[in-house]
């Protein structure tokens, strides 16, 4: 059967209807007549109605299928089954006498190579596809859809209101914890001066009981004058106020002056600290305050985890894109459960070091934050009871030329 012998019509209209041009006609004996018009007053008047919803659903559902409409035909009714689409801006309304034929139209229609046809064959595949071909089908699974859709509103809205709430109860936890931190910092350096002090000055003149508490009022505070630390960099950090200072240094002499400074504590539990390092200085951008925290935290950390007589490596090394610094001991070491939690703030792995030494639980978040801060990344390996191993990338300077 071929599109000629096909009692049948297609139109091109506007989303009310409107006739914007007939593309097939075997209805009419004029088609420039039709172009203008409302589809919905072609129909016969008790149709109208139909016709308006048929109109509806093609502009709601993006396609509409299985509408009997009774068409005015010179002055005779003629009825037709009637398939509709969106396409872009407009709809096309495909009408012939059922639905077999109707969709030879279509076939036929595909036969020219455009945009439009395209559409066409793609939507009607789906269609055929479809096993609902019943319009209550289509209207319940519309309306399925639609529920499902204003659940989803409905839940975006919570969650936004409660990502609000979040936002500010995180804020004035970072207030509470940056107060107190601050208010702390003082009386805690006025009790570690005194400690001192006394170590100073009065050490000869006291008991040996009197000498170990004021070892422990000197440990304490130290301890608690840390912890006060990293809770101001910290709450700098979550504010998003991590402000970096950045200018040309020596990422060897940096490490170096670190080593020497560290190198007394690691004599105290009888352990070495090497520095293997290339011939070549290593130049970088970074803060080089920040910096030194990062390479203090990674190197303290060592000996504070490393057991007497075992050895730490601190090596620097350099690829295309990056300075490489690793810290590498022989110390208690990390299952794959407590790696995980590694850089997590407020976490602590481990409880103390090998010879007691109290752990905060944020300095390894900080040293990640500061890091990724100079545009680098931090990794770790590690194997319990054979030791750990940190390495960090910090980015070269590019050659601007």
């Known amino acids: 059967m071929s599109k000629k012998n096909i009692k049948g019509i297609v139109l091109n209209c506007n989303p009310d209807g409107l006739i914007k041009s007939v593309i097939h006609n075997e209805l009419f004996s004029s088609s420039q007549d039709l172009i203008g018009k409302s589809f919905p007053a072609l129909l016969e008047p008790e149709d109208i109605p139909k016709g308006l919803n048929f109109i509806h659903d093609i502009n709601t559902k993006q396609y509409s299928f299985d509408y009997y409409l009774n068409f005015k035909v010179n002055n005779q009714s003629v009825r037709l089954y009637f398939i509709g689409l ?29 945009e439009q046809t395209n559409v066409i064959r793609k939507l009607v595949k789906e269609k055929v596809a479809s096993p609902l071909s019943d319009d209550k089908e289509m209207q319940a699974l519309f309306n399925e859809i639609t529920r499902i859709n204003n659940e989803l509103v409905n839940l975006q809205r919570e969650l936004t209101q409660k990502n609000v709430e979040l936002e500010r109860l995180n804020s004035i936890k970072n207030s509470f914890i940056g107060m107190a931190a601050h208010d702390l910092r003082n009386p805690l ?31 304490s505070a130290q301890f608690m004058l840390g912890l006060v630390e990293d809770l101001l960099d910290y709450n700098k950090i979550e504010s998003g106020k991590l402000e970096l200072f950045k200018s040309t240094i020596s990422l060897t002499t940096t490490v170096e002056r670190w080593i020497a400074i560290q190198s007394d504590l690691a004599k105290r539990k009888g352990i070495g600290l090497t520095l293997i390092a290339p011939d070549v200085d290593i130049i970088i951008e970074a803060d080089v305050r920040k910096l030194e925290q990062v390479f203090n935290n990674l190197i303290s950390n060592a000996i504070k985890f490393s057991f007497p007589e075992s050895e730490i490596t601190v090596s620097i090394a350099v690829n295309e894109n990056y300075a490489i610094l690793s810290v590498k001991d022989q110390g208690i070491g990390m299952s794959p459960e407590q790696l995980d939690k590694l850089f997590k703030p407020f976490t602590r792995i481990v409880a103390e070091g090998t010879a007691g030494e109290k752990c905060t639980g944020l300095g390894l978040s900080i040293v990640k934050k500061i890091v990724e801060g100079h545009g680098g990344r931090i990794e770790v390996s590690s194997t319990p009871n054979k030791g750990a191993e940190f390495v960090v990338y910090l980015p070269l300077i590019k050659d601007k030329s």
Do not use: C, P
């Open 189 to 219: 350096g006025v009790i570690q001066n005194y400690a001192e002090f006394l170590a100073e000055q009065a050490y000869d003149n006291l008991t040996e009981n009197q000498r170990w508490m004021l070892e422990v009022i000197q440990k």
């Open 86 to 114: 969106k396409l872009d801006d407009d709809i096309l309304l495909v009408g012939s006498e059922n639905h077999q034929e109707a969709f030879i139209l279509i076939e036929e229609m595909q036969k020219i190579n455009n």
